[in-house]
């Protein structure tokens, strides 16, 4: 192997999540923390409530932030489409997200290309990973950081 080319790459073990919207963790009710969470919030899927009286004590609160993940999360869809179809240097089509998992390419806003595919999902990636940390923080969900 020389030392600036890596091994052909091993098959995928694992698909990939374009979005992460569900996980197993079990978790306190992110109100009063004491009762197990058996409510996941229906659209944005990060914080989970006791009963109906937790989740409704909480609404206001978590309505901001349910909406700027659900409005990122359909960001981050959105900017995954041209992914499944990229066209990598040597001209072959491949889906990011199925194939080639070892070799995506660097995103071009390392070389100041804001405009290009990959970094354009790069920067919607990361906005809704802050909007689900934040509500982590904020609501003390431990489902929020999983599926950040």
Same mark, same amino acid.
């Given at each position: 192997?020389?030392?600036? *080319? $890596? ?21 306190? +009710? ?7 969470? *058996?409510?996941?919030?229906? $659209?944005? *899927?990060?914080?989970?409530? +006791?009963?109906?009286? +937790?989740?409704?004590? *909480? %609404? ?18 959105? %900017? ?9 240097? /040597? ?24 405009? /290009? ?13 802050? /909007? ?17």
């Amino acid at each position: 192997m020389d030392g600036d *080319q $890596f091994s052909e790459s091993l098959p995928a073990v694992r698909k990939v999540s374009i979005v992460c919207s569900e996980t197993k963790t079990e978790s306190q +009710c992110s109100v009063c923390f004491v009762k197990k969470g *058996q409510i996941t919030c229906w $659209f944005c *899927q990060a914080v989970r409530y +006791c009963g109906s009286k +937790c989740k409704k004590q *909480q %609404r206001l609160k978590h309505e901001h932030w349910c909406k700027e993940i659900t409005k990122a999360v359909e960001e981050v869809k959105a %900017r995954a489409e041209p992914l499944k179809a990229y066209k990598l240097p /040597d001209n072959s089509i491949v889906n990011l997200f199925q194939d080639n998992l070892g070799k995506l390419p660097i995103p071009s806003y390392f070389y100041g290309n804001l405009d /290009d595919p990959v970094s354009l999902y790069y920067s919607a990636r990361m906005d809704l990973i802050h /909007d689900l940390k934040t509500v982590g923080r904020l609501n003390n969900s431990k489902i929020a950081y999983d599926i950040a």
